[in-house]
């Protein structure tokens, strides 16, 4: 692969693969962020408020 023509064929049929695994990347530190941040955080509290209250208790037949 040293001297040949398929060295910089190679080269370029790889760059359409970094750029998909350069995407790939990004989405899943964005996905991370969003998930692990403030707003996250208030939802599991909201969440955790509502079943937390006698009523959704009740409604799913737990006993606490």
């Known amino acids: 692969m040293g001297a040949s023509s398929y060295r ?3 080269v370029l049929a790889a760059r359409p693969g970094w750029w998909i695994l350069t ?3 990004l989405a ?3 996905l ?3 998930t692990t941040g ?3 955080r208030r939802a599991a509290e909201r ?3 509502r ?3 006698a009523e959704v208790r009740e409604a799913a037949g ?3």
Do not use: I, K, P, Y
């Open 8 to 10: 910089d064929t190679s």
């Open 23 to 25: 995407a790939c990347g």
């Open 28 to 30: 899943v530190l964005a």
């Open 32 to 34: 991370g962020a969003l």
């Open 38 to 40: 403030r707003w996250a």
């Open 47 to 49: 969440n955790a408020e």
């Open 51 to 53: 079943l937390g209250s």
């Open 62 to 64: 737990v006993r606490a």
